[in-house]
């Protein structure tokens, strides 16, 4: 033993001088004898021996930090401000994108963001043996709400666990189902009361919460799903006058992703915000309800562009939990109102001209996704999508000139004459006009149209090519060729430029003495009327294809939206994205 080993375990110690005293024992004693000398095994028992000792504590663990993922996040945003790039960076770049460090880094958050160490009573020991099978369950009643919802059973008139939100205090607990028949709380029987006088008992509740149920039988939780999806839509669960609690329910905004935990209920999901630290979940409505409140508002009204929920909802029958205890006080009924049945979505079939009607029948409400990682050989082109006169030709020109090499756009067709000053495949590609109208019919085009009597368009074979090449296509075409472009097979990323408030966007241009784009006879300012129609078409744009949409860019300042679009072309191919889920299959 030397001065490196005297800060070794004592039990090791004495058992390694025990074994000097073996005299006899072979290569048994002397592996024995070099496996206690190990400095890894002595790390392992001094990590043993601290976690004994902090079990025998009254003290919980506290991790340093509950949100590891989140900062690893933050750490890979900031990069995307960084120009000057070392070696190491690099190195750390990759690290952090790997995704078994990120798998490393969630699973911490998850098991930091729980609490293993409730002190809770003795389980009383007064149950009759000749009652039916029981079980007690006994939860501490905290500012965090229990995440069990009841009801008054229709058949029965028992009242029973109607919901167990995920990741609650009562689904941790493990022992709370959905179907339970609640017999007793803190040893007040409820029978013959209602959800709101089992709400009255809870609410004088201290400290804990004693359940005596009977269980339910083949009717245990279901297992968490891993369905992400990105909301398409925005949702305040205190605005909805049919959810079966506020309290319970998850607010969001369009595009946030959510980790939808259950669909188990028709009407009612069970999601979470993704990267959120609060791991119980909350209500959202489901895809079918959201898709007949959205028909119905267009039944209403259909000219409607804002998106509102409308009021009619199925409901389904429950009391949930409140903001300290798991029930409130929602009468039973068995619809909140009644809704006519809901028309079937029309089919249309179109062509990539305009098409309102096709257009309007699609209803957005939720679009499962999954993360797209960057690789070689993939390149995502990005697609510049906006209102006539909002910008978006001059921020493709000027994100093309921060790096030609890089940044390419295809050259476009057209069935016109060629001058004597254009060379082809330069400024146009120049076909016959029965070549083009051929090759439209044979689908070739994300987008075309004609213009004093010449077709003009986009070869998708071109855009194809500029991705195969490696260099990023960049595209500004009109919003019907999204229909085109938005597939498994180009990935595009997709950026709405939207206009500032009609009263900025009149003193920006007119500071700027930016040109009209509606009169290509010649060049003068913008009317105010035409300032009008780049607020009216892009809200129309907005409600028919937003749901496509990956980012916004406010074009008020023209300096300030092109930096955000080069931050924003740096991150899709660099960082790990949300893509329609089809698309990583």
Not at 179 to 196: F, L, M, Q, R
Not at 264 to 274: G, I, L, P, S, T
Not at 456 to 474: D, L, M
Not at 506 to 530: G, L, V
Request: net charge negative; hydrophobic share 35%.
């Amino acid at each position: 033993m030397d001065s490196a080993t005297d800060n070794w375990d004592p039990a090791l110690t004495r058992l390694l001088s025990s074994l000097k005293e073996v005299q006899s024992g072979g290569e048994d004693v002397a592996f024995l004898n070099e496996l206690l000398q190990s400095r890894q095994l002595n790390a392992l028992v001094q990590v043993h021996n601290k976690i004994v000792a902090a079990q025998c504590k009254d003290d919980k663990f506290f991790p340093l930090l509950s949100n590891a993922m989140q900062v690893t996040l933050e750490v890979l945003e900031m990069f995307g401000n960084v120009h000057t790039v070392s070696k190491e960076f690099e190195e750390l770049l990759i690290l952090l994108q790997k995704p078994h460090l990120q798998a490393i880094l969630c699973t911490h958050d998850a098991v930091a963001q729980k609490d293993y160490y409730p002190h809770l009573p003795d389980i009383p020991q007064d149950v009759d043996d000749e009652e039916e099978t029981v079980k007690i369950v006994q939860l501490v009643k905290s500012d965090e709400p229990l995440g069990a919802t009841i009801k008054t059973d229709e058949e029965t008139g028992k009242i029973v666990i109607a919901r167990v939100m995920h990741g609650g205090a009562a689904d941790r607990s493990g022992l709370i189902h959905a179907g339970d028949e609640v017999i007793e709380v803190n040893g007040i029987s409820v029978e013959n009361k209602t959800p709101a006088d089992v709400l009255s008992i809870l609410q004088s509740s201290e400290g804990t919460i004693t359940f005596k149920l009977v269980p339910s039988f083949g009717k245990g939780g279901s297992r968490e799903s891993k369905v992400r999806v990105r909301a398409l839509f925005n949702y305040n669960s205190s605005e909805d006058p049919y959810i079966p609690c506020k309290e319970a329910g998850l607010n969001f905004k369009k595009g946030d992703i959510l980790h939808i935990v259950s669909q188990d209920d028709a009407y009612w999901w069970q999601a979470r915000r993704e990267g959120d630290r609060v791991m119980r979940a909350g209500l959202i409505p489901s895809r079918a309800l959201q898709e007949g409140r959205i028909i119905h508002e267009r039944q209403a009204d259909p000219q409607t562009m804002d998106g509102k929920p409308a009021l009619c909802s199925p409901s389904q029958a429950n009391s949930d939990c409140g903001p300290k205890t798991p029930c409130s006080p929602t009468p039973n009924a068995t619809a909140l109102l009644p809704c006519k049945s809901l028309p079937k979505v029309k089919k249309i079939i179109y062509d990539i001209k305009e098409n309102d009607d096709f257009d309007r029948e699609i209803i957005p409400t939720y679009e499962e996704v999954a993360r797209l990682y960057p690789r070689p050989g993939l390149v995502r082109p990005i697609v510049l999508v906006g209102a006539p006169g909002v910008g978006r030709n001059e921020l493709r020109r000027r994100l093309i000139a921060t790096d030609p090499e890089k940044y390419v756009t295809p050259v476009p067709y057209t069935s016109r004459a060629q001058k004597t000053s254009e060379q082809n495949g330069k400024e146009y590609v120049f076909v016959t006009r029965e070549k083009m109208e051929q090759d439209i019919s044979d689908g070739k085009f994300i987008e075309h149209g004609e213009y004093k009597g010449n077709l003009y368009g986009t070869s998708a074979e071109c855009v194809e090519t500029i991705v195969n090449s490696g260099r990023v296509c960049v595209l500004s075409p009109h919003w019907q060729a999204l229909k085109m472009l938005r597939t498994p097979r180009l990935r595009p990323y997709i950026v709405f430029i939207k206009p500032p408030t009609l009263e900025k966007l009149i003193k920006t241009r007119t500071a700027a003495n930016a040109r009209s784009t509606f009169d290509k006879e010649c060049s003068r300012a913008f009317t105010e009327e035409e300032f009008t129609d780049i607020i009216r078409s892009s809200n129309r744009i907005n409600f028919l294809y937003g749901y496509m949409f990956d980012e916004e860019i406010v074009n008020e300042d023209l300096a300030a939206a092109l930096t955000q679009l080069l931050k924003m072309a740096w991150r899709v191919q660099s960082e790990p994205l949300w893509v329609p889920a089809a698309w990583v299959q």
